[in-house]
């Protein structure tokens, strides 16, 4: 006779079997979405990145500021969203893949680098005029000057130095130095007009302020604060994608945080102490004072647009340093009309300095200096193409680092900081 | 465990067959449904996924100088593709 507690065994029995069963069902099932689930990622990483290899290529599926969906392989499944914009000097580069509801982007800053040309220090036109050194100046690399050559020259009373002019290969200029890629010009001066802003957000000062604290994601639209007037960044925190526009001047105080964003004025004052990453555009003077410090990428730049004054300046103060850009430009040089740069003594450029005018330069440069002429400044007077305690030290650049395309020929666009 | 229970005994018989009968349709359920699975092309994917055994090839990409389409394929046992990975690629020089 069987026991009716039997019963109970059984059903505690066929339960639990029944759970193993469902157990391994929904493991079965489990594993097959985590599969689903991981190709599907890995399309859309794979995807995002093909998308970022096409866009830093010679590609023309998509223009310049402009931005397309693209079926990468014409499977119809492989869909990415891109977008490329200029970004002051730079270009901002996106992808994003999507499918199914789901999206998986990046977005970068793009620069470009000098590998067709790595050892290059220095190029100046050729004015047939000597290039006169004095003091301790020193030049590193190649350089591009007049078929007249070097002089020694005897200013402030220091005689040069240097056992030798150059240490490097010395080379005939042309007439004009390398132009400014069209490109880029035509990007710089887009930046002062209003009228490319219809798709950002655009915010008047005069009515509104800038807030204490902004931080807008570049996959957001751009904010954009115009004043008609002088604005003064004081103890605001801006970083990411804000354009400044103003209609006189903008001052930026040493409280000021900056990171990222743009300043587009007549007249922009970089007080002294500053210390940010910036791109500032000024169309009349651009004064950075003492001991401000511009981190990699910064770029600061005079651009000549037609309501200019004869004069336009790009000051840099004693004690400062930049990391990146520093660009005076014209389109057509004129002797009455005039661009100069002005860096003081004790600066540091890390970087590329472009000049379509004059150059005054007493500090060190690592990396590029292009200029039409220099001009050296001192209480007892104006020399014309002399250099005084003055370094150009191209070996200093690594062959790593970017620069906006200033240069027609500037081979590989590559990824020079993600956003 | 005392259970106190009027049913009889006869009746307690069939339902514990019945219990028998079911716990072993769930056990031979379960194996079949596990066969099944590891028979699938699904499982044969996975499997093929994680040792794979690709091959590369590259191709232009049109519209794009300088790029070109990897395709990377996975095969199954039987040689017959199972998953395909493409990507743009820069054309080393």
């Known amino acids: ?419 | 465990m005392a259970v106190k229970t009027k049913l009889k005994a006869a009746s307690l018989l069939e339902a514990l067959i019945a219990m028998v009968i079911i716990t072993l349709s769930l056990g031979f359920g379960t194996m079949i449904l596990s066969g099944i699975l590891s028979a699938s092309p699904l499982h044969e994917r996975t499997r093929a996924l994680h040792h794979p055994a690709p091959t590369m090839s590259t191709e232009e990409y049109k519209g794009a100088p300088g790029i070109a389409v990897e395709t990377k394929n996975v095969f199954d046992s039987k040689g017959t593709i199972i998953h395909t990975e493409k990507r743009l690629v820069l054309k080393k020089p």
């Open chain 1, 1 to 419: 006779m069987i026991k009716a507690g039997a019963l109970v065994f059984a059903l505690a029995i066929s339960l639990l079997v029944a759970m193993i069963s469902g157990s391994l069902i929904l493991l079965s099932w489990s594993s097959t979405m985590y599969l689903e689930m991981s190709l599907k990622t890995k399309r859309l990483i794979r995807n995002t990145e093909s998308g970022l290899t096409l866009l830093l290529s010679e590609q023309q599926l998509v223009p310049a500021d402009s931005s397309m969906v693209l079926d990468l392989f014409g499977d119809g499944t492989d869909s990415v969203l891109l977008l490329r914009h200029s970004w002051g000097a730079f270009e901002i580069i996106s992808s994003k893949a999507f499918s199914h509801g789901d999206t998986l982007g990046k977005t970068a800053v793009c620069g470009y680098g000098l590998d067709a040309d790595t050892t290059t220090a220095l190029i100046t036109a050729d004015l047939d005029q000597p290039l006169s050194l004095c003091g301790k100046t020193i030049l590193k690399g190649d350089v591009k000057i007049s078929k007249v050559g070097f002089k020694r020259a005897y200013v402030e009373g220091k005689n040069f130095e240097g056992s030798q002019f150059v240490q490097g290969n010395t080379l005939s200029s042309s007439r004009y130095i390398p132009p400014l890629n069209p490109e880029l010009t035509k990007s710089l001066l887009q930046g002062f007009s209003t009228e490319i802003f219809n798709k950002d957000s655009l915010v008047f000062t005069d009515i509104s302020e800038i807030p204490d604290s902004l931080a807008n994601s570049f996959q957001h639209k751009t904010i954009c604060y115009q004043s008609t007037g002088t604005l003064l960044l004081g103890h605001q925190q801006l970083s990411g994608n804000i354009r400044i526009i103003a209609g006189r001047e903008i001052i930026v105080e040493k409280e000021c945080v900056l990171k990222d964003i743009l300043l587009y004025a007549p007249r922009i004052r970089i007080k002294e102490g500053f210390k940010g990453n910036l791109q500032a555009f000024a169309t009349d003077t651009l004064i950075m004072e003492k001991n401000v410090t511009l981190d990699y990428p910064s770029v600061v730049a005079v651009i000549r647009i037609p309501r200019s004054p004869d004069m336009i300046s790009l000051i840099i103060g004693e004690g400062s340093s930049v990391s990146g850009a520093v660009i005076a430009y014209e389109e057509k040089y004129h002797a009455m009309k005039q661009v100069n740069i002005r860096i003081e003594k004790k600066v540091s450029v890390f970087g590329i300095v472009y000049s379509s005018g004059d150059l005054d330069l007493k500090a060190e440069v690592s990396g590029l200096v292009c200029c039409n002429k220099f001009v050296l400044r001192t209480n007892s007077g104006v020399y014309d193409h002399h250099l005084l305690d003055a370094v150009i030290d191209r070996s200093k650049l690594p062959s790593y680092f970017l620069c906006p395309d200033l240069f027609e020929d500037t081979p590989e666009k590559k990824i020079m900081k993600w956003l």
